[in-house]
């Protein structure tokens, strides 16, 4: 009986993974993203309006951990329901040709945007704090970054941990995440 419930759990699972929406642009679309002019500025103040951290996502085209997160991470109840809660997500496409404005003024296409960065993996989520310096650019303003495919309750803690500003703390997210294995049983 046990292998036949987790046989259904599995067909209702990949049913859900297959709903997953690809734009013109083959990336991977999800209802909590936001379609900006890409000024890191102008998304920061609007994220800062709502209560929301800046999250940007930089994804490519056939990326298969892109997919992994999109099927098996990104729908998972708590994930969803967190990020569309505490999240202004900008997607940046790693070989895109939309004008980026960097918080340091630099105007830039996606790709050579990414470039400017040195982001080499999709996807890659960039967490901002609520205030960035002037003349402080995408990646050295970064309050975490996570470059690739990670698993749900990996990604699910280190949204928690950056939310809660946990990076300005002396508890490491992996000391932090370590803990919430502990105390919640959650593992990959």
Same mark, same amino acid.
């Given at each position: ?8 759990? !599995? ?7 297959? !709903? ?24 920061? !103040? ?20 892109? &997919? ?11 994930? !969803? ?72 309750? &990996? &990604? ?33």
């Amino acid at each position: 009986m046990r292998k036949l419930l987790t046989f259904f759990a !599995a067909c209702l699972m990949s049913g859900a993974a297959a !709903a997953t929406t690809l734009g013109d642009d083959g990336l991977h679309k999800e209802t909590w993203m936001r379609d900006t002019f890409k000024d890191l500025r102008e998304d920061l !103040a609007e994220a800062n309006a709502e209560g929301k951290r800046l999250m940007i996502l930089i994804e490519q085209r056939g990326c298969i951990y892109c &997919t992994k997160m999109h099927e098996e991470v990104f729908p998972v109840p708590e994930i !969803a329901s967190y990020i569309e809660e505490n999240y202004f997500v900008v997607q940046i496409n790693m070989f895109g040709d939309i004008e980026v404005t960097d918080f340091d003024g630099t105007i830039l296409s996606e790709k050579d945007m990414v470039q400017h960065w040195g982001v080499l993996f999709t996807p890659t989520l960039m967490f901002y704090p609520p205030e960035v310096a002037e003349g402080v650019g995408g990646q050295a303003a970064a309050a975490a970054v996570m470059p690739g495919a990670f698993g749900k309750w &990996t &990604t699910y803690n280190l949204l928690r941990w950056v939310h809660d500003e946990g990076y300005l703390g002396d508890e490491s997210f992996q000391k932090y995440h370590a803990r919430m294995i502990e105390e919640g049983g959650l593992s990959e």
